[in-house]
């Protein structure tokens, strides 16, 4: 592991001592573990900026929103929004299903991946 690597991590732990990591390699062990989990297909992560997750928090409480935070609030919308969905779908006599063809054009690993794979041939040039 780099150098500059590993002192940023102890960096961190001496910085940051509320998070509990008492060691470097006790911070490692989590960040593994941590992001192993991040990367199955069990659960999709979306990153938000902290300015952001704290006035949506204060703004829910001010404007009395159905929750009581900004995690309970998205959580909120994308229920509401998925229950509008399979009202729509029952309407029109479907079901709610999720597709291969709908993983790959709907998730966002594989849009990710996808924009990646998209960006580095952009840079490389064509032979």
């Known amino acids: 592991m780099p150098p500059e690597l590993l002192a940023e991590v102890e960096g961190f732990i001496l910085k940051k001592r509320r998070y509990g990591y008492a060691t470097k390699e006790e911070f490692i062990e989590d960040a593994i573990r941590v992001r192993l989990c991040m990367l199955t ?14 006035l949506l928090g204060k703004a829910v409480r001010e404007l009395n929103l159905p929750a009581i935070s900004a995690e309970g ?5 994308i229920d509401e929004t998925l229950e509008n969905y399979r009202k729509w779908l029952q309407q029109s006599g479907q079901k709610p299903e ?14 990710k991946r ?3 794979h ?9 032979r």
């Open 114 to 116: 996808l924009a990646e």
């Open 98 to 111: 999720i597709t291969e063809e709908d993983k790959i054009t709907y998730g966002w690993k594989q849009n």
């Open 118 to 126: 998209l960006s580095q041939e952009q840079v490389q040039p064509k």
């Open 41 to 54: 297909d069990e659960y999709e992560y979306i990153e938000i900026p902290r300015e952001k997750y704290i």
């Open 73 to 77: 609030y998205v959580d909120y919308v």
